[in-house]
């Protein structure tokens, strides 16, 4: 089952890459285009489409390429601790705490689940290793 919720998590990062380079298409495409934009947002959704990428691939020998959902999932974590700071401090939007709804879960799920899969320690994963024997 774990297997397969990382598969279809990294297969939907795809979509989000893909709206990341939508809207980066749009700003620099409208009316007043707005500048500085393009080359981050395209680079950004280059970037999600490859960690969807390595999702997809560790899916299918979680053992060894726990590390890549383990960080994958420390990624959203930090995504949703930076969502409870910046949206009281009006540094975010109110509706960007779907996050919370949507990658916190996610996150908590990749971290946990390497954790058992591997038998590793969160010490041991953060340093990418993937047996429980040996230093960390």
Not at 19 to 41: N, R
Not at 94 to 120: R, S
Request: glycine letters at 10%; hydrophobic letters at 55%.
């Amino acid at each position: 089952m774990l297997q397969k919720f990382i598969w279809w998590t990294g297969l939907s990062d795809f979509l989000v890459g893909a709206g990341t380079w939508a809207g980066a298409v749009a700003i620099a495409s409208a009316a007043e285009p707005v500048k500085g934009q393009l080359v981050p947002l395209i680079t950004l959704g280059t970037f999600l489409m490859m960690a969807a990428a390595l999702l997809m691939w560790a899916s299918h020998d979680m053992t060894n390429r726990a590390p890549v959902f383990f960080w994958q999932g420390l990624v959203r974590l930090s995504a949703i601790s930076a969502v409870i700071y910046a949206v009281p401090n009006q540094l975010a939007e109110t509706w960007e705490y779907w996050l919370l709804a949507i990658d916190g879960p996610i996150g908590l799920v990749y971290v946990f689940g390497a954790m058992k899969v591997t038998g590793c320690s969160f010490w041991q994963l953060l340093g990418c290793k993937t047996s429980p024997s040996g230093s960390l």
